[in-house]
């Protein structure tokens, strides 16, 4: 699957980055059986999306899990690796509640190490394979 490119590419950090996750993205599509999940950094937060990317869908977001909030009240906590694990230990606990057993992992263009690789562990950990 081929992504319209358009924004600028440009040479900066921002634009580097948003070509490497295009270049994920076009190797990388979840299914029903298998939705994908995404990771989406910032400086103080960290984002999981699980999207099912299949046609009937159309990309269709299933559920979102993030270090703003937990349980209805404002965090304190930023994207650091022990809250990245706290975040992979929920996506894989609401994946479990679906029934879902596997998925395909995004990194968004980031590098797989740090914040990434112990959200991704996480979520081996509680039992689905990625």
């Not at 899990?65 to 230990?89: F, H, L, P, Q, W």
């Not at 980031?110 to 690789?117: A, D, E, N, P, T």
Request: hydrophobic share 35%.
């Amino acid at each position: 699957m081929k992504l319209k490119r358009t924004l600028k590419h440009r040479r900066d950090k921002w634009g580097r980055q948003y070509r490497r996750h295009l270049r994920v993205r076009n190797r990388v599509s979840g299914s029903t059986e298998r939705p994908r999940v995404m990771v989406r950094k910032t400086l103080k937060h960290l984002y999981a999306q699980v999207i099912d990317d299949s046609p009937t869908a159309g990309s269709k977001t299933l559920f979102c899990v993030s270090t703003v909030e937990r349980d209805g009240v404002k965090n304190k906590g930023y994207a650091n690796i022990e809250n990245a694990k706290k975040v992979g230990a929920a996506v894989g606990a609401a994946l479990q509640e679906r029934g879902i057993k596997a998925v395909v992992f995004d990194r968004g263009g980031y590098r797989y190490h740090g914040c990434v690789k112990a959200l991704c562990d996480a979520m081996r950990e509680s039992g689905i394979q990625v």
